[in-house]
């Protein structure tokens, strides 16, 4: 037995139905991450963000920028967020955080990101733009590595500076006059 090509009842295809399951995990995932107040665990829902936003790009087509998403944020920042916070032993944020003073600010911003967007998706032929990426392992390497270089190579510096600056807050003595 196949399935049919929409779905019954609700009219739109399988892997529309996809994406919204991923989106919706994203978007939770994400908004549990700035509110929640134990750090771990909005560590651990910013891999589970992480890994949604890499099912949305195999769902794009980009089968290598999802794998990059894995190997890269979920596999080594994610992980190195997380033990930078067990290394650092505050595991609870207080009471009163400093963003959530400025709540109202963001909020704003936050309303105005969004009619940007909406306007962006609205104005856009979505039937001229391609919605599928056709991008081969070997096209995105040799771009990356010949358009790209440079910024290749001052991310990776960058990357490299915050790993070593965390390692030395974390293994700072508390009290100590450095």
Known sequence: M???DTIPFL??????LLFMGLAASMLGAGLLVVTMRDIIRCGLAMIV??????????????????????LVYIGAISVLVLFAIMLTQT??????LVFQTQAVPA???AAILALLIAFTVVSTDWSESGARMATSATALATRLFNDYILAFEVVSVLLLAAVIGGVFLAKRERGGTE
């Open 49 to 70: 963000c992480f890994g949604a936003l890499a099912g949305l790009y195999v769902l794009a087509g980009a089968t290598v920028v999802a794998a990059a998403q894995v």
């Open 91 to 96: 595991k609870a944020g207080p009471r009163e």
């Open 2 to 4: 196949t399935l049919p």
């Open 11 to 16: 009219g739109f295809g399988w892997d529309d």
């Open 107 to 109: 909020a704003i911003a």
